[in-house]
């Protein structure tokens, strides 16, 4: 069982920055692919990016609506992945959830192949 607990969400003028955490559970953590999705009321649960295990040397990717304004990293001695998000935009006012994959190595950007979740965290990015 992996426990998941994310922090940092907020309000947030459009421009600015937040970065969420996820402090994980587990012996194993880094040998798990660690995800973010997000989700708005009414809508799919989308993609934003995961970080590989620690064989992908922490290379990172990402949904195509965040390119080159989000970054995942992830620190391995504190069993914790974190999203900074930069020029935000009102439309990535969301809940936004971290996620691990456990199979050990195994990267993947698709939603079932997560096996644990965290509670969300809401992120408002106001105009």
């Known amino acids: 069982q992996v426990q998941l607990v994310e922090s940092g969400g907020g309000l947030v003028q459009a421009g600015g920055s937040l970065r969420l955490s996820c402090a994980a559970s587990g012996r194993t953590f880094s040998t798990y692919t660690m995800g973010w999705f997000r989700q708005v009321p009414g809508k799919e649960r989308e993609f934003v990016g995961a970080?590989?295990?620690?064989?992908?040397?922490?290379?990172?990717y990402y949904g195509d609506s965040v390119k080159g304004r989000f970054t995942i990293s992830r620190d391995n001695a504190k069993n914790t992945v974190y999203l900074q998000m930069n020029s935000l935009k009102p439309e990535d006012t969301a809940i936004y959830y971290c996620?691990?994959?456990?199979?050990?190595?195994?990267?993947?950007?698709?939603?079932?192949?997560?096996?644990?979740w965290g509670q969300g965290t809401p992120v408002t990015v106001s105009s």
């Open positions: 970080v590989g295990p620690i064989t992908w040397r922490n290379n990172a």
């Open positions: 996620a691990a994959n456990v199979r050990p190595y195994y990267f993947s950007t698709l939603r079932d192949d997560y096996d644990y």
